[in-house]
Nanobody, 127 residues
């Protein structure tokens, strides 16, 4: 069983930055693919970014078109933590952001392929 705890959300003005963190329990973190998703009120959960395990394709990263060039996902296996650096934030980035872990190393883009989820952290972008 893996527990994921997100932190770093908050209120930020448009154009600003935030860094989300997701701390994972367990010994197998380095072998997991990790992802970030978000869900805005009244909308479905959507893919934000993913990263493979370091042993699979050297920790390759994937991004949604809406976040590419603005967001950066990274991982620190020594700290069992995955990060999401968010720059140039827009009003439409407002959502609850969720961290997810896949027992396989691939870092998929579909939410249904993830095995473990955090409780979410709120990100609100104001004008």
């Amino acid at each position: 069983q893996v527990q994921l705890v997100e932190s770093g959300g908050g209120l930020v003005q448009a154009g600003g930055s935030l860094r989300l963190s997701c701390a994972a329990s367990g010994r197998s973190f380095s072998s997991y693919g990790m992802g970030w998703f978000r869900q805005a009120p009244g909308k479905e959960r959507e893919f934000v970014a993913a990263i493979t395990s370091s042993a699979w394709l050297g920790g390759s990263t994937y991004y949604a078109d809406s976040t590419k060039g603005r967001f950066t996902i990274s991982r620190d296996n020594a700290k069992n933590t995955v990060y999401l650096q968010m720059n140039s934030l827009k009003l439409e980035d407002t959502a609850v952001y969720y961290c997810a872990a896949d027992r396989l190393p691939y870092g998929p883009t579909r939410a249904t392929q993830y095995d473990y989820w955090g409780q979410g952290t709120q990100v609100t972008v104001s004008s």
